[in-house]
Each structure stands twice: as C-alpha cells, then as structure tokens.
C-alpha cells in the first residue's frame, strides 16, 4: 500500500497551493488552484492514482515517481496527454453531478470517451478496465473534494483507493 498526502496551503494571493507527497516528498510541482480555476482541480492526481491501482497504468505516476507504483518504464508525451484529458474530462463530469448519489456518477459516455483517448496508449484495456479506474478515481475525487480526507491509500493489490485523514504505519 501507498499512502499519498495532499498538502495544502494558501499561497501570498491567497490561491490554494496543493503538493502531493509520497514518503514524505514531492510528487512532481504544486497545483496551484485560483478562485477563477475549476473547483477541485487540486485533486486531479486522484484520477492517476485510480489508473495506477485499477489498470496497472498510469504515466503521469510513472514519470513522477519511476519505479515506486508501476514499472519504471519511461511514459512518453502521448500517453501522458492521453491520460491528463480523462482525467480532465472525469473530473469535470463530477463537478458537474455534485448534487447527485455518487452511484449516478458515472456514465457510459465518460467510459467511451477515456478508453477512446487512449487507444493508442493502453490498447490492451477494454471499456470495463475503465469503468472501474473511473469509478474509483470519482469516488476518490469526491471524497477529497467534500473535505472528507486529506491522504489516499493506495492498494494496488486490491485494486482500490481509500480516503484517509489518519497517519498510517509505515507508509512506503
């Protein structure tokens, strides 16, 4: 299990600053998120997390930290881009259901679009692969967003995520 910490502060502007932090360092530069910025998009690292744990992929993570979730593999340009824009699209698809069961979250339409994305770059995931990375990443996203944990754990084993505020032992 993998234990990863958003840490937020408020930078002089009085923007939020969120670094993501494994082991006690940074995963890559902070998310500053504005008032005129998309709410919640701090936590979009949730959505790689979620590829990381459910499809074995995840090239963002694989850039940011080599060798500690996936196999270190270089993550070309592509694939990242791929991946950041079903990331995108899922989290502005939970924005957009916030007064909804987080059951009527996801849609079929979602699911087609991030497995379309991606083609190129993951052709060996089928539309069910992606339904549960989505699943389980909006799940996560929404929990950080209602403020209801500040860290996610990981589990690749189990293939899930869990939102936590508690310290775990251990955290590798």
């Not at 998120?33 to 990381?52: D, I, K, M, Q, S």
């Not at 593999?73 to 699209?89: D, N, Q």
Request: net charge negative; with cysteine.
């Amino acid at each position: 299990m993998y234990r990863i910490e958003f840490h937020e502060s408020l930078d002089p502007s009085g923007n939020r600053v969120t670094e993501l932090r494994h082991a006690g360092r940074p995963l890559g530069p902070p998310c500053t998120e504005t008032a005129a910025a998309v709410p919640g998009y701090r936590y979009l690292p949730v959505f790689f997390l979620a590829n990381a744990v459910c499809l074995g992929w995840s090239p963002t993570l694989q850039r940011l930290c080599p060798g500690v979730f996936l196999p270190d593999r270089p993550a070309t340009a592509r694939e990242e881009s791929a991946e950041h824009a079903a990331a995108a699209l899922a989290h502005v698809f939970a924005l957009d259901r916030l007064g909804t069961d987080v059951e009527d979250l996801l849609d079929p339409d979602l699911v087609t679009a991030a497995a379309h994305l991606n083609t190129r770059t993951a052709p060996h995931l089928a539309a069910a692969d992606w339904e549960r990375a989505l699943w389980t990443g909006l799940r996560a996203w929404r929990r950080l967003y209602q403020g209801l944990g500040t860290a996610v754990v990981a589990d690749p084993e189990q293939g899930c995520l869990r939102v936590t505020a508690r310290p775990l032992s251990a955290p590798r």
